[in-house]
């Protein structure tokens, strides 16, 4: 049998999605533009249509970068005056504030991005690839447990609107694992994705969804006609006889991600053993040192719900697309039930005076979608979600892999550390007596499990295998 393809997502659904399109002749690009609109489903809280995304892909042995994340408005009114909305989200051990509401909300890149680049790749007719989608839109996609703990974290911000009670709960509570989330409106909207999506951005759909945000509203008609993706040349850097691609800027996460690279570098870590205190002390020392080198003045945006889809196929083409609504502003587009981003509301972004941005500039993002060449040859598709860990956890993937010939799954799997500023948070599965001699160094908090906290990096190793995170409940489809 030939090899068709290789699917790797956050949720079995959107992976049987993205399998169901390669097997029917549909090339990567159709194959993550169905996942996306599919992780709207089993993912909602994680990704939504009114959010922005990030894409590395190869086409033709070329490699790009396809840049739709979210701007920042205020085209129509740059001073005024911004209003934010706190709702405190509570945690096993702590409460964290997050900012909602309307003048939360970026310019969306999703709906017009995902739109363009089936123009520019898509192999398949559109209404092919999102049949499926109507169908469970309107029949359910059964939520695992990472699903129904984002919603339970993420209650106070469902609950604010009668559109978030009506998708989010059944009578008088909370969707849980197990329970079907069925979005008929979703359903509708695709039924006429293009003249909806148009409507959104230059017609009648944008004004009553404009109509939400009040008589002097920041995000203004203006934002969302003015707003386009943009095709860029990718970041690339050399590590290991491997060129690694990523995002360039705005985006701040494949800059970081290869300053990390080349810290890490001088470790000569490929001679160390994997898991043993020199290995586990040069990757801790190397994300120590890239955060003891940043300005305290530079801003670090970091985007806090995030899933990522990798994809291959047949054809030499490579998909690594990260997608993100931050948590969700709690407010709808009419009639769609597509819940808008509240990037604004990111603590960083909020801690700048207004003017720090300029109206129409697109947002910087943590996200680094990544694509690893050797011998101008793919050999891994791969990206993460989980803010501020998705540069650890990508490191370590990539680096098990190029540095110690990994196999993925075993990448994937192994526990992984990450430095929050204070200590270095540790997951279970190495030995105790490296634990034991890493505390002699650093402040260690050990965890119980493999957990969301440390991202969901769901890759494909070209014509080898597919692999999704456990931690964020990931799939995967390899043939």
């Not at 959107?14 to 002749?25: N, R, V, Y």
């Not at 069925?182 to 404009?210: H, K, M, V």
Request: charged content about 20%; hydrophobic content about 35%; aromatic content about 10%.
């Amino acid at each position: 049998m030939s090899h068709i393809g290789g699917v790797a997502t956050g949720h079995p659904f959107t992976t049987f999605i993205g399998a169901e399109t390669l097997k029917s002749q549909g090339n990567a690009f159709d194959a993550a533009m169905a996942c996306a609109f599919a992780a709207s489903l089993s993912e909602p809280l994680l990704t939504s249509l009114g959010g922005g995304g990030l894409m590395l892909f190869q086409h033709q042995r070329q490699v790009g970068c396809f840049d739709f994340f979210t701007n920042f408005p205020g085209l129509n009114a740059p001073n005024r005056k911004v209003h934010l909305t706190p709702v405190t989200v509570t945690f096993s051990s702590s409460q964290q504030d997050f900012l909602v509401g309307a003048d939360s909300v970026a310019v969306p890149g999703t709906l017009k991005g995902l739109l363009e680049f089936h123009e520019r790749w898509g192999q398949l007719p559109l209404k092919k690839l999102l049949k499926p989608i109507i169908e469970f839109a309107r029949k359910g996609v059964s939520l695992n447990s990472t699903q129904s703990y984002v919603l339970g974290l993420l209650e106070p911000i469902l609950q604010r609107t009668e559109t978030g009670k009506r998708l989010y709960f059944k009578g008088n509570r909370l969707l849980k694992h197990g329970d079907d989330f069925i979005n008929p409106e979703f359903a509708n909207f695709l039924e006429n994705f293009e003249e909806n999506c148009l409507s959104f951005y230059t017609g009648l759909l944008g004004d009553r969804t404009l109509d939400q945000f009040g008589s002097e509203p920041w995000l203004s008609k203006t934002d969302l006609e003015s707003y386009r993706p943009e095709l860029r040349d990718p970041l690339s850097f050399l590590y290991n006889e491997s060129t690694l691609y990523t995002v360039p800027v705005p985006s701040h996460g494949g800059h970081y991600l290869k300053v990390l690279f080349a810290l890490l570098e001088k470790h000569n870590i490929s001679q160390k053993p994997w898991g043993g205190i020199e290995h586990l002390k040069a990757i801790a020392d190397t994300l120590i040192e890239l955060e003891n080198g940043k300005s305290s003045a530079e801003f670090h945006p970091f985007t806090k719900g995030t899933t990522h889809i990798s994809i291959s196929d047949s054809f030499d083409n490579h998909v690594s697309m990260s997608l993100t609504n931050g948590e969700g502003s709690g407010v709808f587009i009419p009639e769609s039930g597509i819940m808008l981003n509240n990037m604004l509301g990111e603590d960083d972004l909020c801690s700048h005076d207004p003017q720090y941005w300029r109206p129409g500039q697109r947002l910087p993002s943590m996200m680094a979608p990544c694509l690893v060449r050797r011998n101008e040859a793919p050999l891994l598709v791969t990206g993460s979600g989980g803010s501020k860990r998705i540069r650890s956890s990508l490191l370590q993937v990539i680096s098990h892999i190029l540095d110690f010939d990994g196999n993925l799954q075993d990448a994937i799997q192994a526990p992984r550390l990450n430095w929050d500023g204070e200590a270095l948070q540790l997951e279970p599965g190495f030995s105790e007596d490296v634990v034991t001699e890493l505390k002699k160094s650093y402040p260690v908090n050990e965890w119980p499990q493999l957990e969301f906290y440390f991202g969901g990096t769901h890759s494909v190793l070209e014509k080898t295998a597919a692999a999704g995170d456990p931690r964020r409940g990931g799939s995967s489809w390899f043939s």
